[in-house]
Nanobody, 116 residues
Framework: QVHVVESGGGLVQTGGSLRLSCTAS????????MGWYRQAPGKQRELVAQ???????NYADSARGRFTISRDNAKNTVDLQMNSLKPEDTAVYYC??????????WGQGTQVTVSS
């Protein structure tokens, strides 16, 4: 059974930092892309950052320069280091995995709240 579990969310003040972690287990296929998405109240879920198995990264404009995504292929983990956090970063953050062959897996989400 596949499990995708996020951790590291919480409450932080504006300008602070958080590090999110996502661990996948039970996946028998190669994980091609690992990414972080977020969904704020009343808004659609949006891509924050993603990274391929080869290390290529892609960031949303809102995240570029402040957030850093990294992964450990051997451990099936992906982290998101978030610095200089702003109130508009407040959202539930989700981990998403895409395998080869093509399957998608989502975590249950972790809440990030940035107070002003």
């Amino acid at each position: 059974q596949v499990h995708v579990v996020e951790s590291g969310g919480g409450l932080v003040q504006t300008g602070g930092s958080l590090r999110l972690s996502c661990t996948a287990s039970g996946i028998i296929f190669r994980i091609n892309v690992m990414g972080w998405y977020r969904q704020a109240p009343g808004k659609q879920r949006e891509l924050v950052a993603q990274i391929t198995s080869g290390g290529s990264t892609n960031y949303a404009d809102s995240a570029r320069g402040r957030f850093t995504i990294s992964r450990d292929n051997a451990k099936n983990t992906v982290d998101l280091q978030m610095n200089s956090l702003k109130p508009e970063d407040t959202a539930v953050y989700y981990c998403k995995l895409i395998t080869v062959p093509l399957y998608e897996y989502w975590g249950q989400g972790t809440q990030v709240t940035v107070s002003s």
